[in-house]
């Protein structure tokens, strides 16, 4: 299995632009998560999702955020328009149908620094 | 909500030796889970191991075992015989299935592995 696949993996950006995370589930899993990690405010959820639907975005910053998931194979997280506050490592989770025993898991992250 | 903390921002060890991590929850739950995961500097998120509420037998994977105080709401991980390799943030988690997927994370503890 690949794993949760994220990309880019790095991301440098400029005030003002707009930026596109992109996340690949386990083929299988039925819940995924956006986390943002910063030194600050340390692991925070953002949003995530049950069957495609999001069920939680209370941790989402502000409108300048928004998540999708078409479908359950992919998701993207957008920040329009970017800000350097935003600068952070962003983490897609993904866990499998069953049980609420079932672990998360984490991709890779993506860097992201907004100038 | 469900809060999860972990007191010490920051914990050293000498290599061979043992270090204990905390942690501690709060919850009305009677049934929940409690996860650690390490985060070394390549930033992936990686499950270190994982304990059941309603098990008394507290959890061990190789050299990590926690100690599990229920009546505590205290989640503490031991790490034996310490490596290099051991370097790492580690994070405390809960998951319960009146949270429906949701984790919640402690904000983390840095953990050196003095040679």
């Known amino acids: 299995d690949a794993g949760v696949i994220q990309s880019p993996r790095h991301e440098v950006t400029e005030m003002g632009q707009e930026v596109t995370l992109r996340c690949k589930p386990i083929?299988?899993?039925?819940?995924l998560f956006w986390y943002r990690q910063t030194m600050m405010r340390g692991l925070e959820l953002l949003i995530y999702?049950?069957?495609?639907?999001?069920?939680?975005d209370s941790g989402m910053p502000e409108d300048r955020f928004s998540a999708k998931m078409p479908n359950a194979s992919f998701s993207t997280l957008k920040i329009q328009p970017s800000e350097p506050r935003d600068s952070a490592v962003y983490f897609c989770a993904s866990s499998p149908e069953g049980g609420w025993e079932e672990t998360q898991y984490f991709g890779p992250g993506t860097r992201l620094l907004v100038l | 909500a469900q809060t999860v903390t972990q007191s010490q921002p920051e914990m050293s060890v000498q290599e061979a030796e043992t270090v204990t991590l905390s942690c501690t929850y709060d919850t009305s739950e009677s049934d929940y889970y409690l996860f650690w995961y390490k985060q070394p500097p390549s930033r992936q998120m990686i499950l270190v191991i994982r304990q059941e509420a309603y098990k008394q037998q507290n959890a061990t994977e190789n050299r990590f075992s926690v100690n599990f105080q229920k009546a505590a709401k205290s989640f503490s991980l031991k790490i034996s015989d310490s490596q290099l390799g051991d370097a790492a943030m580690y994070f405390c988690?809960?998951?319960?299935?009146?949270?429906?997927?949701?984790?919640?994370f402690g904000t983390g503890t840095s953990l050196t592995v003095i040679p």
């Open positions: 988690a809960y998951r319960s299935p009146n949270t429906g997927n949701q984790f919640y």
């Open positions: 999702f049950n069957n495609n639907v999001p069920i939680d």
């Open positions: 083929s299988g899993h039925n819940s």
